[in-house]
């Protein structure tokens, strides 16, 4: 597919991306994007793995919880 664009508006464009430190196609689709009204996190895949982390340090703070709390009755009953 291609789409015709005025050659001073691509340039502009294409120096303010450089400078930017983007390149055009990434501010092209960021807008497009945008413009369909979908975030860039919607439109890209999270991978199995990371999904199956989701949540894990939610679960470990409350076994931390748990284990810290045993400890302090562990102490309070060995040095009463």
């Known amino acids: 597919m291609e789409v015709a664009i005025n050659s001073n508006i691509y340039r502009q464009a294409q120096t303010r991306a450089t400078e930017q430190g983007l390149s055009l196609p990434t501010v092209i689709e960021n807008f497009l ?13 999270v991978p199995d793995v990371v999904l199956s982390l989701l949540g894990a340090g939610a679960s470990a703070a ?19």
């Open 33 to 45: 994007v945008h413009f369909i009204g979908k975030s860039k996190v919607q439109q890209e895949v």
């Open 62 to 80: 409350d076994d931390s919880q748990n284990e810290r709390e045993a400890y302090y009755q562990y102490l309070e009953e060995k040095y009463k």
